[in-house]
């Protein structure tokens, strides 16, 4: 029996379905334990395969390479360190789902698999529709320690730990796939502690870091006493390795010795996760770099600045189209704007094809007004060229649209929704504005410092899609917009309590219309990283035919 035990937190980023190269990278991680003279390695939730798999669970050869992956690292295991890693374990038998599973390598082979027993299907998760779950939690014995290893949900609910606690488990080892939202921190370390506080165990915490697709895993990986102290903190963000020195003592299992980070909170903590996403999507897609349109406003200023961050202002190229409506404000601020960040920016008019389309369209117009319909063909103009750019160069188109303008309908399909990847899908306008000015303050990534023009700060946003025209001549001021938003998107509150906070009951219902009949258009958006705990797309599935309306009865 060991009085002392050393374990290895591996917060590392995986790529999804790319198990080579994943346990290639956990290979390395592996020798970097055994060299730092670790006891055992913890790695996050389905390393091996990566997470979340969605239906690609399903698929038998997945798991079959999975599993042949695990059984070829643990030989690596032989001369120590053992390893606790995630990966998909098949299906009992034809026509029955895999498990979600944690193997654990020792002695150069595989000592034992332990199955995710609650399976999360709310929000972002939808784990019951591709796995089986474990009939019952696991504890596996090391330098004669007994590990509790309950895997990543297992520890929202009480049940588990009791039932690891109750089969002799010493300290709680819990691998992750926790994605990044607003107070997700919060949330992990309460569950954590409460856990703590039931089974009188200490735990680790080791969570994925990374992004796939529209979301973004955070890291921030951690260690709690049998207290709930922090003993732990790795950083948020990036990847990290760190070893906690844990001792027998009278009293339990206490941490010696770890180290302890700081973590980013508001608008940095959602400006890195915006930064990652874009990071990962674009070179774990195999994309050179992006491209997007510079108009000389908020939003696209800030996609700009944050995809230089991500990638690089030489791997980053800024178009500004302009047409007849366009302010020489907006031509200079764009100007500045690229300039202070490094990237290339051309200009190309749409004005000859907006004449085209007029003359083309105007048999069929004669007699009608102008409307919507011409602006949406500046749009689309401007959309149409941004492809063939990006088709041109290799490059992923960047939309800018914020989810204000996303939620009612303020934007152009086949226009300015045209593209690959959001960094703001899951933003608010007011939010957009703080990010802004934090990101004027800090230059976390040595890139540029203030790279956001004061004006483009401080103007009227616009579209300029017709003469003097403002956001707010079609829209409530963002700072109500977004408030009435928050209620019906991220609380579903009901209209009589959205005006009950002191918001006219017809901008309340407008709002609503508008939200409901733009279902059509966010079904067809690219993806983009998820911000807030209901982003649009997996977090909140509204059908698109919808003849619900809520209404206000008191007025």
């Known amino acids: 029996m060991s009085d002392r035990l050393v374990i290895a937190a591996v917060q590392a980023n995986p790529t999804l379905g790319a198990i080579e190269k994943n346990e290639a990278l956990a290979r390395e991680r592996l020798a970097q334990a055994r060299e730092a003279g670790a006891d055992i390695a913890l790695f996050s939730e389905l390393f091996l395969n990566g997470y979340p798999p969605e239906d690609l669970a399903l698929k038998p050869a997945f798991w079959t390479a999975g599993k042949a992956a695990v059984e070829r690292l643990a030989k690596e295991t032989k001369d120590g360190p053992a390893a606790l890693i995630g990966v998909i374990w098949p299906a009992e038998a034809p026509g029955l789902k895999p498990r979600n599973a944690l193997a654990f390598l020792a002695d150069g082979e ?59 488990a010493e300290i709680l080892l819990v ?70 020195v844990w001792e027998r003592r009278e009293a339990g299992w206490a941490c010696a010795k770890a180290p302890m980070a700081e973590w980013p909170t508001g608008p940095e903590e959602i400006y890195r996760a915006m930064v990652m996403g874009l990071r990962d999507y674009v070179r774990k897609s195999g994309f050179p770099g992006v491209l997007l349109g510079l108009s000389g406003g908020v939003d696209s200023a800030i996609s700009a600045v944050v995809a230089a961050d991500a990638l690089g202002p030489e791997n980053v190229r800024c178009f500004m189209l302009p047409s007849k409506y366009t302010s020489r404000e907006s031509l200079e601020d764009a100007a500045d704007c690229a300039r202070r960040i490094g990237c ?27 409307d919507i319909t011409e602006e949406n063909l500046q749009a ?53 504005y703080a990010l802004c000015e934090w990101r004027n303050a800090n230059d976390p990534y040595g890139v540029a410092a203030e790279p956001i023009p004061r004006r483009i700060i401080t103007k009227a946003p616009s579209a300029e899609l017709r003469p003097d025209q403002k956001d707010q001549d ?36 407008r709002v609503q219309r508008l939200l409901y009949s733009s279902e059509y258009k966010r079904r067809q958006a690219p993806p983009g990283v998820k911000i807030g705990a209901r982003a649009f797309g997996r977090d909140r599935r509204y059908p698109i035919v919808n003849g619900f309306r809520d209404r206000v009865t008191a007025r």
């Not at 089974?199 to 870091?209: D, H, K």
């Not at 700072?479 to 998107?489: N, W």
Request: charged share 25%.
């Open 175 to 244: 691998p992750n796939g926790s994605p990044y939202r607003r107070t997700a921190d919060d949330e992990r370390l309460a569950v954590a502690r409460a856990r703590v506080a039931e089974t009188g165990l200490p735990l680790v915490y080791v969570n994925e870091v990374g992004g796939q697709d529209e979301l973004v895993f955070d890291g921030g990986s951690f260690a709690l006493s049998a207290q709930g102290e922090f003993c732990m903190r790795l950083p948020m963000f990036e990847e990290a390795f760190a070893l906690s």
């Open 344 to 370: 290339r920016l051309d200009e190309i008019s749409i004005a000859p094809a907006v004449e085209a389309f007029t003359q083309m369209l105007a048999p069929q117009f004669e007699g009608l007004a102008p």
């Open 110 to 168: 595989v000592k034992g698999v332990a199955f995710k027993v609650d399976l999360p299907n709310y929000g972002v998760f939808d784990e019951k529709r591709v796995f089986a779950p474990g009939l019952g939690p696991e504890v596996f014995e090391w330098k004669g320690v007994k590990l509790g290893v309950p895997i990543c949900e297992d520890i929202w609910s009480g049940e588990v730990c009791a039932d690891l606690k109750a089969k002799g």
């Open 474 to 509: 079609s829209l409530p001021e963002y700072a109500e917009l977004d408030a009435i938003l928050h209620g019906l998107v991220e609380e579903e509150a009901t209209l009589d309590e959205i005006v009950a906070r002191g918001h006219a009951a017809e901008t309340v219902e």
């Open 380 to 432: 689309r103009a401007r959309g149409v060229t941004l492809m063939a750019l990006s088709n041109k160069f290799g490059l992923m188109l960047m939309t800018t649209g914020n989810k204000s303008e996303m939620a009612v309908g303020y934007a152009t399909l086949y226009g300015d929704m045209s593209g690959g990847y959001n960094v703001l899908k899951d933003v608010y306008k007011t939010d957009v």
